[in-house]
């Protein structure tokens, strides 16, 4: 995973998921129906889910909700307002998909 962040990101450090646009660049018109690839570090999921006292099954949903809404578009990185709507929708994706109602977005 560090490698891949290097590689795709230039950052020199282990990161726990990386999404991978597919509706970008030269070859985009490819596979247009298909959002991209998102790549979870299982090593570092764990390892948050047992910080967060919570289960790796809801660790991993908040880290692939987290990727697949950088498929789409949003960002956290940009300024504040776009965190804050990036984490309402990860909220409202989670209440859909985890019972663990306390559960907080990324």
Do not use: W
Not at 30 to 54: N, Q, R
């Amino acid at each position: 995973m560090e490698q891949l962040n290097q590689t795709y990101r230039g950052i020199c450090k282990p990161t726990n998921v990386l999404a991978f646009p597919m509706q970008e660049g030269e070859f985009s018109d490819i596979t247009p129906g298909l959002l991209g690839d998102v790549v979870i570090s299982l090593e570092t999921a764990e390892k948050e889910a047992v910080s967060a006292d919570i289960s790796i099954e809801e660790r991993l949903s908040q880290l692939l909700i987290h990727g697949i809404l950088h498929l789409l578009g949003f960002d956290h990185e940009t300024c504040e307002a776009d965190a804050t709507a990036m984490e309402n929708k990860s909220l409202e994706l989670l209440r859909i998909i985890e019972k663990n109602s306390d559960l907080n977005a990324f």
